[in-house]
């Protein structure tokens, strides 16, 4: 937040719009820093600005890049059931489309500002796909539990700050849940063998519980984070 604000003041003093302020949400600090880099790099006539920092943050895209290397997308399409296949060539597929735009990005004049950060959102959505279908086939892998891909939930009729409330409050029984699961596994370690089948239905249906308050979080994410 103390990053917006001092964004926020160059803007202004760059003889900034005060109504461009008012349509970039505070609570998206990714989209809405772009945003304002953005408008401050045009009142520039795009030369970069001191608090910019636009080679950190290619960096910091460089490294996420070379992370994703270890992945469940290291194990053949066969190795999932067909119901995953879809999720899988979609998770890899937008992978290779982030690892293209890294290509694009390092060949972005310094002096860009708006076209560099334009490209890191982009790799950034890429690998929200790619981190959701990870987290769907290392669920598989581990578990043997093909996790919900979907939020059951409707949030159509929600206001954006509805949904900050919603989602705080969903964060908080994440928090809740995931204490219950380790429990659980620790009875499940314990339990004696014939005890063992129901105690391992009853934490699997926390594990799916979980996964749909974090497909929630998504969702409500997705809404917050929307461009007015």
């Not at 059951?152 to 900050?164: H, M, T, V, Y």
């Not at 204490?179 to 063998?193: R, V």
Request: proline residues 4%; glycine residues 2%; positive net charge.
């Amino acid at each position: 937040m103390k990053r917006f604000e001092e964004l926020k003041e160059e803007f202004l003093k760059l003889g900034g719009n005060p109504k461009i302020l008012t349509k970039i949400p505070t609570y998206s600090s990714i989209k809405s820093e772009a945003r304002l880099l953005y408008e401050i790099g045009k009142l520039r006539g795009n030369t970069p600005s001191k608090s910019s920092k636009p080679l950190k943050t290619v960096k910091k895209v460089s490294q996420s890049v070379q992370r994703k290397s270890n992945s469940p997308f290291a194990d053949p399409i066969s190795f999932y059931p067909q119901k995953l296949h879809e999720i899988y060539l979609k998770g890899k597929n937008e992978f290779l489309i982030a690892c293209s735009l890294k290509t694009t990005l390092n060949q972005v004049p310094e002096w860009d500002v708006g076209q560099a950060l334009n490209l890191q959102i982009q790799i950034m959505n890429c690998f929200e796909v790619v981190d959701n279908a990870n987290r769907i086939l290392t669920h598989y892998k581990e578990k043997n539990i093909i996790i919900p891909q979907k939020s059951n939930a409707d949030f159509s009729n929600l206001s954006k700050s509805e949904c900050i409330l919603k989602r705080n409050r969903i964060r908080s029984n994440i928090v809740a849940r995931r204490k219950t699961i380790e429990k659980q596994e620790s009875q499940l370690k314990k339990a004696h063998p014939k005890n063992k089948l129901r105690l391992q239905d009853k934490l699997n249906k926390k594990i799916l519980e979980l996964e749909e308050m974090k497909l929630q979080i998504v969702e409500l994410n997705q809404i917050i984070n929307k461009e007015i």
